[in-house]
């Protein structure tokens, strides 16, 4: 009896092993599928309700602001996350957010539907929404590891990337034309339809679990889970310079093209919402061609020189600065602020899949759910900060918008060669 259970457990190992040797094998590909409809629903939404607020209050300070708020339920249950993902099975864990997105957009609709434009009830439903996501978003990342190799990490990492990419451009475009000719109710019942659809293929995803102990309390096993994961962070210098790196991409870089693009094309070009879509779908082409080109280069792409990329990501925003100081044609200044962020963003992307998969390399599974909600909580922490700054600034110098571009070139150039220049593996 004790070695015919031996045996199963080899042959369940095998098996597993197996399907993790094979990049697009089942459950990885599930995972992927889930995630591009997921980021599609989420996009739509998520695009459209800061804009809004944007079109009918004019004041790009409490659009930064607004921004910059609704990160904080991410930041909060991000490490929460991180221990529920390494605690429970994530694709258990994955369901029952997707279920709980699906209806807590189902219940505004009932309660509220498409004439529940009041700013304050916009911003809790989106409080709510990255509360949901900051503890989905570590279940998602540390499963990455589980279902492939390590060898094949980056290409697992450039293919979800890519499909998140192609999902959120596709989902900004629609997102644009389904609210200028049909208001926000189309767009919550599609998004509702999306999470549905994601929460049913959550049930298919075949994933190694190992139990831990949760004997204790509570409070013992946060505290316990905490200490673990910074004292292994502490030992792995790679992952402490991938997070201020990231940090810095998002506090600067990712703040100016969200808060300072969108507020540029309506309010200082006098462009309609609908060219903020067309422009947004086509620099997500760049993280697209990151996720591309980091594809190609898999584990040839190394990290001694990579703060090389992050210098000319950041010099990317001196031709919008230019344009605006010297006063170019209203859609010539368009058409370059949409392809200097597009490559500034193509150059992030691939940095960002190095840094994230260098990270998923070194780190245990039992800890993976716990490090990838600090990865994604700093982030989202520079990006807060970095769009509440950046929301006064374009409000404060609105006639000087030229400054704030040559400002983020400067920092992102300046400090990332000085802090930087020795980061490799």
């Not at 192609?166 to 200028?180: D, K, N, Q, R």
């Not at 210098?311 to 370059?336: D, H």
Request: glycine share 10%.
């Amino acid at each position: 009896m004790e070695q015919a259970i031996k045996t199963t457990l080899v042959t369940q190992g095998s098996r597993m092993e197996s399907r993790a040797s094979k990049l697009w094998n089942r459950d990885f590909s599930l995972l992927v599928g889930g995630q591009f409809i997921s980021i599609f629903g989420n996009m739509i939404l998520s695009f459209a309700l800061p804009l809004y607020l944007l079109y009918i209050s004019g004041s790009a300070a409490l659009f930064g602001l607004v921004m910059g708020l609704t990160n904080i339920p991410l930041l909060l249950m991000s490490p929460i996350g991180g221990m529920i993902a390494d605690r429970f099975r994530k694709q258990r864990v994955m369901f029952w957010l997707d279920a709980s997105t699906t209806m807590l957009i189902i219940g505004y609709i009932l309660a509220s539907g498409f004439t529940a434009a009041i700013i304050p009830i916009i911003i809790v439903k989106l409080m709510a929404l990255n509360a949901i996501q900051g503890v989905y978003m570590p279940a998602v990342s540390s499963s990455v590891p589980v279902l492939v190799n390590e060898d094949r990490l980056v290409s697992a990492n450039s293919a979800v990337n890519l499909v998140n990419s192609l999902s959120g451009m596709g989902g900004m475009a629609i997102a644009s034309v389904l609210f200028a000719r049909f208001g926000l109710l189309p767009i919550l019942v599609v998004s509702a339809i999306c999470f549905a659809i994601t929460a049913i293929m959550d049930l298919f995803i075949r994933m190694p679990f190992k139990q831990q102990d949760n004997s204790g309390g509570i409070i013992k096993i946060v505290k316990g889970d905490l200490s673990q994961s910074l004292r292994f962070m502490k030992g792995q210098p790679i992952i402490l310079k991938s997070i201020a790196m990231i940090f810095l991409l998002t506090a600067t870089l990712g703040s100016v093209i969200m808060i300072g693009i969108p507020i540029l094309i309506t309010q200082h070009l006098e462009m309609g919402m609908e060219f903020v879509g067309i422009s947004q779908s086509i620099m997500l082409t760049g993280g697209i061609l990151g996720g591309i080109l980091t594809g190609i280069l898999g584990n040839k792409l190394k990290t001694n020189n990579i703060y090389i990329p992050i210098m000319v990501s950041g010099l990317a925003l001196l031709p919008i600065g230019l344009a605006l100081l010297f006063n170019a044609p209203y859609f010539v200044t368009y058409i370059i602020m949409t392809v200097a962020c597009l490559l500034a963003l193509a150059v992030v992307t691939t940095v960002n899949i190095r840094i994230i998969s260098t990270i998923q390399g070194v780190t245990p599974t039992e800890l993976a759910g716990k490090v990838m909600s600090v990865v994604v909580m700093l982030p989202f922490m520079g990006n807060a900060l970095g769009q509440l700054a950046y929301g006064v600034a374009f409000e404060q110098l609105a006639a000087l918008p030229y400054v704030i571009m040559f400002a983020t070139a400067g920092v992102v150039a300046l400090f990332t060669r000085k802090n930087f220049k020795s980061f490799g593996i």
